[in-house]
Each structure stands twice: as structure tokens, then as C-alpha cells.
């Protein structure tokens, strides 16, 4: 399934579709049309993801190591010691209509129990699941999936008491679980500046804590130059993040963006001592680099393993990140990243 703008409303395909600025790597050229593409990934699966009743709720994750059986004592998950794998589906992008078909019909392609292990849910502005909890939450969960759930509480208005209700019915439900305060914060022109979001996790993060959530901070490695340099003083401390998740693409390697240059991303992290892990990877978003870069990009992604304790989860859900069959030339590289964790 692609993509494209023609296929977008008017609004939105002017976002995708209209460079944006230079990339944070010195290959970056103008007028091609492809960073503004990773600028807006964020954008373009919540358009996606938005066309089902079943997919408003957001779009689901979940890693291997999430396992067991699903109760609020095991509401901590992971440790830094057991990294998350797992790849993000959606029923669409596979022409199935049940969740959890569709993520062991994923599974079946790469070989490997990734979406029936767990997936990654991101909400829109405001979004709140209520009782009872969407059908393919429960399945998917009921099947031992376990998720990081992305959480979008209003900018401009208190919804504290919201998500103190909605973080507690989670833990009711017994649904295994991670929370990261806003999918990409730093994307798609959801904080102005680094100091605007660290004003917001300051207000809503406790909330989280308090709840005995682990709480996350998730940011897009994006080749957009002033996406990514939002990043890094936006990384809060006040409180911080019990988990540090990047989303990372080839299309963004390709424009050399790194992850572990000397004081970059994951150095950072390591100096807060949060532990960093990879929430999405992909080959692109609306460009796909050649699978000659794919596969540098998955041995490079790879290499980085013992430094991402956290884990790493594949998205696998718009255009070229769908996976058509087990012959699908991204299958080595998604194997080769995953095997890489223990």
C-alpha cells in the first residue's frame, strides 16, 4: 500500500508534500522533496491510521519480551536488563480486518514473534480510550501483547484529571504497559520550542509517575534540521524519563543522521542514566532509500545494539515499511536488527 500526496486532503498533502529545510547531515540537498517526507512520518501514519474506527485508537506495539500474562502487578514491563522487541502493524496495510491476524500474519513473513509481542499505540491531541477498552486493545493484549502507549494530553488545557483516568483504567484492565508523554514531540510542529515542551512534561509527567507508569520521553531522529536540533534541549530532567525511545529511519541515515555521535542522542541519555531503545524503525516515510541502504542502515542499527537496552521495535504500516511476504528484500535487515538484541 502507498502512499502518496494525490491520495492525501489538500491540507495534509501540502505538509508532506513541500520541502521543508535543510537535513542535519552535510550530503542534504534542496528540492528533492525527501526530508520533509521524515519530517512528517508522524503525520502521514496518523492520516493513515485515522481512515478505521479501530485504528482512532490508536496504533498498536508489541515486543517478545512482553509475554506474559497480562495484570497491574507486571504494569513496570521491561528492564533495562530484557529489551522490547516487537513491529507495529495495522490490519489495512495487510488487507485483513482483525488486529491480531494481521500481526501473526507479520509475524509469519519475518519469522520472528514481533507484533504478537507488542506494539506501540499513539493517541491524537485529547484522545482518551474509555470503558470498555477498544476490541483490539483487548486482543491483542489478552494474547500477551503489551504496549507503549503514546499519551496526548491538551497544550492549552489542563487535562490532568483526564489522564489520571485514563492511565487508571489501563492499570484496571490489567494491559501491560509503557507511557511516552506525545508520540515525536519534537515532529510536526507539536512544541514551537524545546523549552514549550519541557514546560508541558513538567506539568503532565507527574501525573504519570504517579499512576506507577514507567514513564517515556519519545523523540523523532529526524534528517529535518530543525526537528532534530529541538531534541536534545528538550531532554527533561525535571522529572526524568524512566525510558529514553528514539524512532530512527534508513530515509534519515541516508541524510547522516547518527544516533551515537560523540554528545549526541544516546550519549545524553547515558549521562542522565535512562536508558535508551529504538520505538520505530523503517526504510522510509513516503521515500524508500535502496535496499543497498536499507541493509547499511540495518547493520549500522545493529552494531548499536548493546547500547539500546530498551529494545527495538519495527513499523510496519504505511507504503514501503509494509512487508509483502516473506521474499520481501526487508526481511534480512529487519532480522539482522532484531537478532542483534538478546
Not at 513541500?18 to 492520516?47: A, F, H, I, M, Y
Not at 555521535?261 to 532509500?289: C, K, Y
Request: glycine share 10%; with cysteine; net charge positive.
Amino acid at each position: 500500500m502507498t502512499v502518496t500526496c494525490a491520495d492525501l486532503p489538500e491540507s495534509v498533502s501540502a505538509e508532506l508534500c513541500t520541502p521543508k529545510g535543510p537535513g542535519s547531515g552535510p550530503s542534504w540537498k534542496p528540492g528533492k522533496g525527501r526530508v520533509c517526507e521524515v519530517r512528517n512520518q508522524d503525520l502521514s501514519r496518523r492520516r493513515l491510521l485515522a481512515g478505521s474506527s479501530a485504528a482512532v485508537a490508536g496504533a498498536l506495539l508489541v515486543p517478545s519480551s512482553w509475554r506474559a500474562a497480562a495484570h497491574p502487578q507486571r504494569r513496570a514491563l521491561t528492564t533495562a536488563s530484557t529489551p522490547v522487541i516487537g513491529a507495529t502493524v495495522t490490519p489495512s496495510a495487510y488487507q485483513l480486518t482483525s488486529w491480531l491476524q494481521t500481526a501473526h500474519r507479520f509475524d509469519s513473513y519475518v519469522g520472528l514473534p514481533l507484533a504478537t509481542s507488542a506494539q506501540k499505540v499513539f493517541l491524537t491531541e485529547g484522545q482518551y480510550y474509555t470503558d470498555p477498552l477498544p476490541a483490539h486493545i483487548t486482543g491483542l493484549a489478552n494474547a500477551g501483547c503489551q504496549f507503549i502507549v503514546c499519551v496526548y494530553p491538551s497544550r492549552t488545557t489542563d487535562e490532568s484529571a483526564k489522564l489520571k483516568a485514563f492511565l487508571h483504567l489501563l492499570n484496571s484492565k490489567g494491559i501491560v504497559y509503557q507511557a511516552a508523554l506525545v508520540n515525536e514531540w519534537n515532529a510536526h510542529d507539536k512544541f514551537a520550542t524545546p523549552q514549550a515542551y519541557l514546560t508541558y512534561w513538567k506539568h503532565y509527567a507527574p501525573v504519570i509517575k504517579a499512576a506507577g507508569v514507567t514513564l517515556c520521553c519519545l523523540v523523532c531522529a529526524s534528517s529535518n534540521r530543525a526537528e532534530y536540533a529541538k531534541i536534545q534541549p528538550g531532554f527533561p530532567t525535571n522529572p526524568l524519563p524512566d525510558r529514553y525511545w528514539i524512532d530512527y529511519y534508513a530515509q534519515g541515515y541516508r541524510w547522516n543522521v547518527r544516533l551515537d555521535t560523540s554528545g549526541g542522542l544516546i550519549d545524553q541519555a547515558d549521562s542522565h542514566g535512562v536508558p535508551t531503545g529504538i520505538a520505530e524503525f523503517g526504510i522510509g516515510a513516503g521515500f524508500a532509500p535502496p535496499i543497498s541502504e536499507w541493509d547499511a542502515f540495518c547493520g549500522y542499527l545493529a552494531g548499536l545494539a548493546p547500547r539500546l537496552p530498551n529494545g527495538c521495535l519495527y513499523w510496519g504500516c504505511v507504503g514501503e515499511d509494509i512487508v509483502t511476504g516473506p521474499n520481501d528484500p526487508k526481511v534480512p535487515g529487519i532480522r539482522q536488527v532484531i537478532g542483534a538484541f538478546p
